[in-house]
Antibody, heavy 116, light 108 residues
Framework: EVQLVESGGVVVQPGGSLRLSCAAS????????MHWVRQVPGKGLERVSL????????FYADSVKGRFTISRDNRENSLYLQMNSLRTEDTGLYFC??????????WGRGTLVTVS | EIVMTQSPATLSVSPEERATLSCRAS??????VAWYQKKPGQAPRLLIY???TRATGIPARFSGSGSGTEFILIIRSLQSEDSAVYYC??????????FGQGTKLEIK
């Protein structure tokens, strides 16, 4: 069974930093591109970042470019999101998700980040 | 960026009835549309991909249609557990995929 478990979400002040983690199991982690997607109150789902299977390429939403860094450790089956210079508009529920052939097919339950 | 617009924002339907959810793309996304179901405290669940293909384990009560810019998700024989927010997503313009703002489905 595919499982994605996010952690690291807390309350942080504007300008602060945070590192989110996602533990993956139930599939061959290094076969897949992985994503971070967030659910912002009142605004629905928003892609944040993705990283290819070997970490060779990463993409970011314009709203987080230069502030967030995605990474992965294929030996530990883990995905990370380093979040710096946090803003109140970064508040939301952050999901880790797996992609297969451009389709995001499995998601975690999310971890809540509050910037206040 | 391709904008996905969902309607209605909220839909209230009686059990055993049918719900019709709409999604419009600001430009053609061919058939590269997925639908997700999101319940509070749960992970989003993939329902439909390729505009009309049900994901593994999704009951036949859920069906999708459309191509180009207009897409529909129909849920037949509504049950209480179908109460959720439903999101459409285009993945034609990968990696710049985008979601609609969601339709909240309430079962009366």
């Amino acid at each position: 069974e595919v499982q994605l478990v996010e952690s690291g979400g807390v309350v942080v002040q504007p300008g602060g930093s945070l590192r989110l983690s996602c533990a993956a199991s139930g599939f061959t982690f290094d076969d897949y591109t992985m994503h971070w997607v967030r659910q912002v109150p009142g605004k629905g789902l928003e892609r944040v970042s993705l990283i290819t299977w070997n970490g060779g390429s990463a993409f970011y939403a314009d709203s987080v470019k230069g502030r967030f860094t995605i990474s992965r450790d294929n030996r530990e089956n883990s995905l990370y999101l380093q979040m710096n210079s946090l803003r109140t508009e970064d508040t939301g529920l952050y999901f880790c998700a797996r992609e297969k052939d451009r389709l995001v097919d499995y998601w975690g339950r999310g971890t809540l980040v509050t910037v206040s | 960026e391709i904008v996905m617009t969902q309607s209605p924002a909220t839909l209230s339907v009686s059990p055993e009835e049918r719900a019709t959810l709409s999604c419009r793309a600001s430009q053609s996304v061919r058939s590269n549309v997925a639908w997700y179901q999101k319940k509070p405290g749960q992970a989003p669940r993939l329902l439909i991909y390729g505009a009309s293909t049900r994901a593994t384990g999704i009951p036949a009560r859920f069906s999708g249609s459309g191509s180009g810019t207009e897409f529909i998700l129909i849920i037949r024989s509504l049950q209480s557990e179908d109460s959720a927010v439903y999101y459409c997503q285009q993945y034609n313009n990968w990696p710049m995929y985008t979601f609609g703002q969601g339709t909240k489905l309430e079962i009366k």
